[in-house]
């Protein structure tokens, strides 16, 4: 049996191949051989056309299909083949369009189904053997490998070298940082053992499992979908019942059958079939050209309609994975020299914090050696010796043996849990000199994203978020969400998008295989795919292809703008099909130059809704090439080491004092007046004056420029306040102002870069 799919490419196939044959043979002169090649090529899609009619009208629904099939017969009936096989063309074409939302039940699950584990390994009588994962009974105990997915839900009973389990749950909960676990304490399938292996005992079967729950969401969410229903339906059933009353009447009135048959030609529904197609795909293809990919007309038309948006946090408001976010440091210790000894060590490591740390390093201009003579505990960090030190990285215990204590110890992982941020405390030669934070962070577009989703309309915007609640408020703070829901596992995310559902249309956006069944359920699911292809990206109706978040705002406007497009378009379709209908059945218009005058609005529906192809304001103003936004971001890299060093010197200054205090404040300055500040002159100079043409205007830039005014003027107060001052004279009050100065400084050009990288996406485009 022919699937509707392949019959709806047949059918297009038939049409497409009976207009041009037919138009070959009228322009060879085979008049009679086009109309029967036409009407033959029509015939398919009425015949097709007639019997999905029927299942619809047994399911009570009615739309655009009955005005199509009433055309395409009269045109038959009338011998206007030509016309009928032009409207075939166009309904079969629509169909085809429409082919995402047909598959939407039958999304693939590939990228879900292969992670999950095939084999577990059970002990038996003190020895192991390999099962099968659906063989698996509660209370077994399994040996979970480095590197292996746990293959059902359990309690650790012991571990390997170390005293706690490390357990990559990002699968899960979308957080980036392995988090630990120790015995008697429960792990979920789907995780990832990321340090030594381990015993677990099973207190569920693989199908009762968190990871097998995940799939059968997604599977559940998409069958559930309620059936598309196209714009154009709602106007059909005004259409219809309109034309044929018009029709009747007319040939009543008249007593002229001719006159009839004419309102039913002008009344062929193509501004209805093709307005909305039309516009919906050109805004597709504008959304792709902008790095989102949208899954067809229907999906752009749930993102148009869209009220509220619920947002995951890691990896979506956040740039996801391990970052490096500040630098903590002993006294007198260089923040700089820490992180490149860390970093050469890191090397050996393939670790994913390894890797943030090298990164780290490599992005601030560092220069690497390679580490040797290197012992790495798994899970806790490593040693090796780096240029003639022995240096150590990984937890405090590892690292110390716990001997060393300090306050800026505290310090630092009072700062690590105001972030949520990951310590990687580092030694060298056995003493401790320092601790590398690494965490997730916001991403830098997201404001600006928020702000653009609220300008396009959206009314509710809500984080959900299986991180814990205190890094959730953060966030949510910092962007003034409407609300922020924490700890919540993927079934929690499906129960909220269901409950804003019940209110108003409700947008997801998410990019972890943790918010596959939530944005399956959500009536327009958005992806953030740049990082490569998941059960996410499967799940979703959209996928954004470019690792921007802005970019669903960019989204959100064209899809606004489409419908838009689309529904003056089908409008003024109608309106001029009704006047066309008045003349014809006046007698003013003959059957053919009525499917003349249907031609005409035709082709001017198309044009209008051709108009969704183009971007809003092209040529307005030229866009900032994104390799030179691109430097000016990479500047502001180097600015942030340049900040790391004041921070440095500012949390020093707590317990300086005499010369050590003056040194710390004397290094300070000569980082804002000799770097820092001429920076900001040079974009002042420079830079700013680039940027007018891409903006527009200048006024966007008065601000900016008042910042760099006053990153100056406190240049030049820590300039006075440490020149000449002798070592008798700093006392606990000018090292108090110096602090001050410095922190102030420090978060000034913080923001003050922050600002400047808006402006230069904005004017990228």
Not at 654 to 681: F, Y
Request: aromatic share 4%; glycine share 8%.
């Amino acid at each position: 049996m022919i699937s509707e799919r392949l019959l709806g490419r047949l059918l297009i196939a038939v049409a497409t191949s009976g207009l041009a044959a037919g138009l070959i043979a009228w322009q060879t002169g085979h008049d009679a051989a086009s109309t029967w090649i036409w009407g033959l090529a029509t015939l398919p899609v009425v015949i097709s056309l007639a019997v999905s009619m029927t299942r619809a009208l047994l399911a009570g629904r009615m739309g655009v299909d009955a005005v199509a099939l009433l055309s395409m017969s009269a045109a038959l009936a009338l011998g206007e083949t030509l016309a009928g096989v032009v409207v075939a063309v166009m309904y079969a074409g629509g169909n085809v369009l429409e082919d995402f939302a047909v598959s939407r039940a039958e999304r693939n699950l590939k990228s879900l189904t292969d992670r999950a584990p095939r084999v577990a390994h059970r002990y038996v009588d003190g020895t192991l053997e390999d099962i099968e994962v659906e063989l698996v009974a509660e209370r077994d105990r399994l040996l979970v490998r480095t590197g292996e997915v746990i293959p059902v839900d359990g309690v650790i009973l012991e571990t390997g070298a170390d005293a706690t389990a490390t357990i990559d749950e990002s699968a899960l909960t979308g957080e980036p940082i392995p988090v630990e676990r120790h015995a008697g304490e429960p792990v979920r399938s789907g995780a990832v053992n990321s340090g030594v292996p381990f015993t677990l005992q099973a207190t569920a079967t693989a199908s009762e499992s968190t990871y097998a729950g995940i799939v059968a969401m997604v599977a559940a969410a998409q069958t559930a979908q309620a059936p598309f229903i196209r714009m154009a339906d709602r106007f059909a059933l005004l259409l219809l019942p309109l034309a044929v009353v018009v029709a009747g009447g007319a040939w009543f009135i008249s007593g002229d059958p001719v006159r009839g048959l004419a309102v039913l030609v002008v009344a062929t529904p193509c501004p209805l079939i093709l307005a909305a197609p039309v516009a919906f795909i050109s805004g597709v293809s504008l959304a792709a050209r902008r790095g989102v990919l949208v899954k067809g007309g229907m999906a752009l038309e749930a993102l148009a309609r869209a009220h509220t948006i619920l947002f995951d946090k890691t990896g979506t408001l956040t740039v996801g994975g391990a970052r490096l976010v500040a630098v903590e440091t002993a006294p007198g210790q260089d923040p700089t020299e820490v992180l490149r000894l860390a970093a050469c060590l890191e090397q050996a490591s393939h670790h994913v914090i390894a890797q943030a740390i090298v990164n780290a390093a490599e992005s601030r201009g560092m220069t690497l050696v390679p580490p040797t003579d290197i012992r790495e505990e798994l899970g806790a960090g490593l040693t090796g010796m780096v240029e003639g030190k022995r240096v150590s990285a990984g937890s405090l215990t590892m690292t110390t043996g716990g001997n060393q204590r300090a306050a800026w110890v505290d310090r630092a992982q009072r700062r690590a849990s105001w972030r949520s941020a990951l310590s990687v405390f580092v030694t060298i030669d056995g003493t401790l000199v320092g601790a590398l934070l690494l965490g997730d962070s916001l991403r830098r577009e997201a404001p600006r994203a928020i702000r653009a989703l609220r300008e396009a309309g959206i009314g509710r915007i809500v984080m959900v978020t299986g991180d814990h609640a205190d890094a959730a408020e953060t966030i949510g703070a910092a962007l003034d969400l409407d609300a922020v829901l924490a700890n919540r596992v993927p079934a929690d995310k499906v129960d909220a998008v269901e409950f804003e559902k019940k209110r108003y249309p409700t947008l997801m956006v998410g990019d972890g295989i943790n918010d596959a069944p939530a944005l399956a359920a959500a009536d327009m699911g958005i992806a953030m795919g740049a990082r490569g292809a998941s059960a996410s990206s499967e799940a979703a109706d959209a996928v954004v292809l470019i690792d921007r978040l802005d970019r669903v705002a960019d989204a959100l406007a064209i899809a606004k703008r489409s419908r838009r497009i689309a529904m003056e378009s089908i409008v003024a379709g109608m309106v001029m099909s009704l006047v066309a209908m008045g003349f014809a059945a006046a007698g003013h218009l003959t059957p053919v130059a009525g499917a003349i005058l249907q031609e005409g609005i035709d082709v001017a529906v198309i044009l209008n809704a051709l108009r969704a192809l183009v971007p809003p304001g092209l040529g307005m103003k030229p866009s900032l090439p994104e390799e030179a936004a691109q430097r000016l971001r990479d500047e502001h890299e180097e600015v942030e080491a340049w900040l790391d060093q004041l921070r440095a010197h500012a949390d020093a200054l707590d317990d300086a004092e005499g010369a050590e205090a003056l040194a710390h404040i004397a290094e300070a300055n000569r980082i804002i007046n000799e770097d820092i500040v001429p920076h900001e002159r040079e974009d002042e100079v420079n830079v700013y004056p680039k940027l007018v043409p891409h903006l527009g205007n200048a006024h966007g830039l008065a601000a900016m420029s008042r910042a760099h005014r006053e990153i100056q003027h406190l240049g030049r107060l820590l300039d006075r306040l440490v020149s000449g001052v002798g070592e008798d004279e700093a006392d606990r009050y000018l090292i108090r102002d110096a602090q001050r100065i410095i922190e102030s400084v420090d978060a000034l050009v913080r923001i003050h870069n922050a600002q400047e990288e808006d402006i230069f996406d904005y004017a990228a485009g």
